[in-house]
């Protein structure tokens, strides 16, 4: 909302001046934040769907290879390796074109979670640290809500 006051001389058209330069400046940013989302919202990509793990992560993340960035060789990019995130809406096709899975990506990190096993003494023991869920023989950082183990 813009406060108009119906002065004259140059303070009113000072104060008026700045506060439709702050509307305008609100205004465009709220503006570039819808389109940035909407964008982001609309992207479709096509890839391989994959749980992608290497030496640091501690197991496996959700994510998605984008087909153009496959080499003919079979060779990929971490260019356009992408997690899949809270709110992404996904689908999965079967070589058929069917469909195997279509929804919103609601992760769960609770549901199953084991505690890891090390040896102690000859022993296994449950280790102190946060429990993990795994998928497979995969530890996992997160399953889909609602899909059990």
């Not at 469909?99 to 102690?120: E, S, W, Y």
Request: aromatic content about 10%.
């Amino acid at each position: 909302m813009v406060d108009v006051r119906i002065l004259t001389g140059d303070k009113f058209e000072a104060e008026f001046r700045v506060k439709v330069e702050v509307v305008d400046r609100l205004l465009r940013r709220a503006m570039r934040h819808a389109l940035e989302w909407s964008i982001r919202m609309l992207k479709e990509m096509r890839g391989v769907c994959l749980l992608f793990s290497e030496s640091g992560t501690e197991g496996g993340w959700w994510a998605m290879q984008q087909d153009r960035f496959i080499t003919e060789d079979g060779h990929w990019s971490y260019q356009c390796l992408h997690y899949l995130l809270k709110g992404d809406d996904f689908t999965v096709y079967a070589e058929d074109g069917a469909v195997l899975f279509h929804g919103v990506i609601h992760p769960d990190g609770k549901t199953g979670a084991v505690p890891r096993q090390v040896m102690r003494i000859g022993k296994l023991v449950n280790h102190r640290t946060p429990k993990q869920q795994v998928v497979g023989v995969f530890w996992v950082h997160w399953i889909q809500k609602g899909i059990g183990l």
